[in-house]
């Protein structure tokens, strides 16, 4: 994926990723960018890597497609368990999400 193509506030990359330890298994992510999140057999939701593959490491992070900033931000407001991270690649700051400042 081109840096041209990853989300970014000011043009800077956005990452995102799930805390599975708060995840309530609503799927509500997965429905508003099922190109990024996607309901494993366990019942929770993960990110999906650049070869739509589930990235199962705890804290896996991918990048946010330019196209799909908003969703990915609306999933991360509307998600029940709190567990949607988006943060700045170059410094990590969490942007959106429950720990955004």
């Not at 990723?17 to 996607?38: H, K, M, N, R, S």
């Not at 497609?65 to 990590?92: N, Q």
Request: proline share 7%.
């Amino acid at each position: 994926m081109s840096v041209q193509q990853e989300a970014g506030v000011g043009g800077e990359d956005l990452e995102v990723w799930i805390d599975q330890d708060l995840c309530t298994g609503d799927g509500i992510c997965a429905q508003y960018a099922p190109e990024v999140f996607e309901l494993d057999i366990d019942g929770l939701a993960y990110v999906k890597g650049p070869r739509d593959e589930l990235l199962q490491d705890r804290g896996a992070t991918t990048p946010v497609p330019l196209p799909l900033l908003t969703d990915v931000v609306d999933s991360a407001r509307e998600c029940p368990g709190e567990c949607i991270h988006v943060r700045r690649v170059s410094d990590g700051v969490e942007v959106h999400g429950p720990d955004a400042g």
